[in-house]
Structure formats: C-alpha cells, structure tokens
C-alpha cells in the first residue's frame, strides 16, 4: 500500500503542462509549459491531489501538513516525470565492435546486410532465456529511473520468429512488474528479414501477418505493431499490408520512418492512421504535411542521428508545419544504446532546433500521446499519477544550457520517492 502524503514545496519553477492531456500539443502550444513559480504538489495514494504555489497548498492542507513527507524543492525545478516513447529495452549482448567499425567507415545498413547489426542482437536474443533478458532489462529500467524517466515503450523485434518474440514481450511484461518504471509493449515483429527469409521477405511478412498477429493479440502481449520501413528492409508496400492487418487486432501502428533514406514513411503513417511515426531524419515536406493534417506524432531520436554520425531530423521544420513533436533514446544496442532522455533533449535543441521549453513538451506529454498515455501522465495536474522529477537547476532552461549532465535529484513514481539525491532508493 501506499505511504504517507509527500508534499512537495517551493520549488523554483514548477512546469505543469496543464491542459494538454486531450490532445498533443503543437506548433506554440508546445512552448507553453504553464509553470508556477514557488510550486508544490500534493501527493497521495499515487496520485497527484493539488498542484498550485507553496502557499496555495499550505493554505489547502493546513490541517494535515505533520502527517506528510516534506520535500523542500528550494532552488529546483520540478515538472513531470520523463516518457520515452520509443525503446529497444529488451535485448541480449552488446555491440561494441560495430561502433568501431562505424569509426572506421563501415556504415549500419553495410553491417546489417554482412549479418551483423539486428541480425547479431537477434542471435544473441534467440539464445538467452526469458530470466536474463529480464535482468538486462532491469538494468537498463534503473538507468532510465536515474535519469528521471518514469514510463517507457518497449519493442520486441530481436527475435524475427515467434518464440523469441514472445520471450521479448513477456520479459518486458516481467520488467514492468519488478520495476518502478511503467513498461508499455510494442510488437515489432518485422524489425528485419530474418537469414532464413533472405530470398523472401514477403512470405516472412505474410508469417507475422497470419502467425504472430493473432497470438500477440490473443495474449495481450502488446497494444501497437512496429515495422522497420526502410529501402532494404521493408517497402512501404509490406509495411502497409503488416501495420494493416494489425488494426484488425485492436494493434494501433507505429512505424520507423525515413531514417536512413526518403522513402515516404511519414506519408504511409499518415494514410495508415499511426499513432506515431518515428526518426523522420529524411521526411519529406509532404510526409510531414501529411502527418500534421492527420495529427500523427513525430517520435524523434536524436541520438540515434548523433550516434550514427547522421544529419538530424528536421525537427524545427516538423514544429512549424504542425507535426507534434515527441522525443525518445531508441535505445537499442546498434543505433542509440543510451538510456539518457536530458541528452536527447540536449541534442534536440542543438541539432534540431528544438527551443528548451518544446523539448520539455516533447519529453513528456507530446510524448505520453505517443504511447496513448497521456491521460495518466506527462503533466502535473490533480488526479494524474504521481510521475514527478525534480531537477538540481533553477530554471527550466539550464536544464539544456548544463548540457551533458544528469541534473536529477528525486524523482516520484506512482507517488513513491524511487530516486533520492540522485541514487536509487525504490524497495524491491
Ligand atoms: O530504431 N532502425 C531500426 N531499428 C533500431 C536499431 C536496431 C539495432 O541496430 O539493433 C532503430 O534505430
Ligand atoms: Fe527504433
């Protein structure tokens, strides 16, 4: 059961979002972040009971302020809990030797198609049991927690047959209910053409249509279908077929779009009706003219383009043309194996010209839309879960401007202190 109320007092600034649970916001919306000066929150039962000034809610809770735990937020800025809307978590080894590679003029696509990049975490994931896919998991959830993210999506796609699919989405499911940090699944089934369907790839798809779709929705394994749109992988023709036939089992699609070539992601995205379409580094003006008209969120991954030595999504661009905008790690062991949100929304601003209130937008409501969570979390307002991270900076903007940084000094799940003074403290 839950512990005694927090009440959490004079901080700073206090960005509350309010207002944008309904929709994502978009173009100066997300520059919005309605932030109280000398804010507190009230904390009971995992749930955010009053958000206001310091005064507002002594004044409100008079009566009741000795039975609660008292953070003093002084010279912090508190907003809500970080959302990564885009993750790898599950996966086994590492891919080290592929980063030097990288260094020495291999490119990801090269490396893939010798064998290496999915294929390698795939064969390294086919053979580690369910229990050590949960322990690397728990491992990435802890640093995701330090770094003040709250709630993650999570892909499985390192198995390419049923199996081990399955063995990925039911160790997220164990992680989720071992950690703190909520866990929402996604089935990505077609992240690759398996070796065994080299020569093929439309019989494999046709196989995660008719085989897998079915026994992911039977199970409940997952709530969206993923596919890795991409020249050289899946065309837009077997993404369309897969992201379509997954809506007929209640799958809501999500797609990665145009990140290594153009190859009109964003546009399927729009016409398929995804939820989000995801890296966009080479979207096209129409593609995110499309997205903007059909309210489809912009998941875009950074670190993926710094990592991969790539040109970034033209994330300003995509804000301007209405796309809303949401940011994430991707981690994952080849492209982004980072599990830092503020580096994201360090490099957001830097490279995509992301201003430092819209990559606050873009880490958590715009990106709690992208996972349909946005009723529960990503703003603080009264009757929201208790998500909250307070940061050691005195205001919102040098959270960005001390780049580089884990700023996080106590963060909040589901009204419980899981990190204090930067360290872990959460009961297992
Ligand atoms: O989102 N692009 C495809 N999938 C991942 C990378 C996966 C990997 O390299 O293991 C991504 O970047
Ligand atoms: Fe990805």
Not at 14 to 37: A, V
């Amino acid at each position: 059961m839950h512990s005694k109320p927090i009440f959490i007092k004079q901080a700073n600034q206090m960005i509350t979002m309010k207002g944008s649970s309904k929709q994502p916001l978009t173009k100066e919306k997300m520059s919005e972040l309605f932030i109280i000066e000398d804010g507190a929150v009230w904390v009971e039962e995992g749930r955010i009971k009053s958000a206001g000034t310091t005064a507002e809610l002594e004044a409100e809770y008079q009566n009741r302020l000795n039975e609660a735990e008292i953070i003093n937020a002084k010279g912090k800025i508190l907003l809500p809990g970080l959302v990564d809307p885009h993750t790898h978590l599950v996966y086994a080894g590492s891919r080290e030797e592929e980063f030097n590679m990288r260094l020495n003029g291999a490119t990801y696509m090269e490396i893939m198609n010798n064998g290496g990049g999915i294929h390698a975490t795939t064969s390294m994931t086919r053979t580690a049991s369910e229990e050590e896919l949960v322990d690397a998991s728990l491992v990435r959830l802890d640093r995701f927690l330090k770094h003040g993210v709250t709630t993650i999506e999570a892909k499985s796609g390192y198995g390419l047959d049923w199996e081990t699919e399955r063995k990925q989405l039911t160790a997220a499911r164990k992680a989720d209910e071992l950690h703190p940090v909520e866990v929402v699944r996604t089935f990505m089934g077609a992240h690759a053409v398996p070796a065994e369907y080299k020569e093929n790839p439309d019989a494999f798809i046709n196989l995660v249509i008719e085989e897998m779709l079915p026994k992911v929705a039977e199970e409940k394994l997952a709530e969206f279908n993923d596919i890795f749109c991409e020249r050289g992988v899946f065309t837009p023709e077997q993404s369309r077929k897969l992201l379509e036939a997954g809506k007929k089992y209640g799958l809501t699609p999500k797609i990665h779009a145009d990140e290594i070539e153009p190859y009109e992601g964003a546009e399927l995205a729009a016409e398929v009706g995804a939820i989000s379409a995801d890296h966009l580094l080479r979207a096209s003006d129409k593609g995110m003219e499309m997205m903007a008209e059909k309210g489809v969120i912009g998941v875009l991954l950074p670190g993926t383009a710094f990592f991969l030595m790539a040109e970034a999504a033209r994330g300003r661009r995509m804000i301007d043309k209405g796309v809303p905008v949401a940011l994430s790690t991707d981690c994952n062991p080849g492209s982004s194996p980072t599990c830092s949100m503020p580096f994201m929304m360090n490099l957001a601003c830097m490279h995509m010209g992301l201003t430092p209130a819209e990559a606050i937008t873009a880490a958590t409501i715009n990106a709690a839309h992208a996972i349909n969570r946005a009723e529960e979390v990503g703003s603080i307002e009264p009757g929201k879960k208790a998500d909250l991270l307070l940061l050691n900076v005195p205001n919102y903007m040098q959270m960005q401007y001390h780049y580089g940084m884990n700023h996080t000094d106590t963060v909040i799940k589901n009204g419980e202190v899981v990190v204090k003074g930067g360290s872990l403290c959460y009961q297992q």
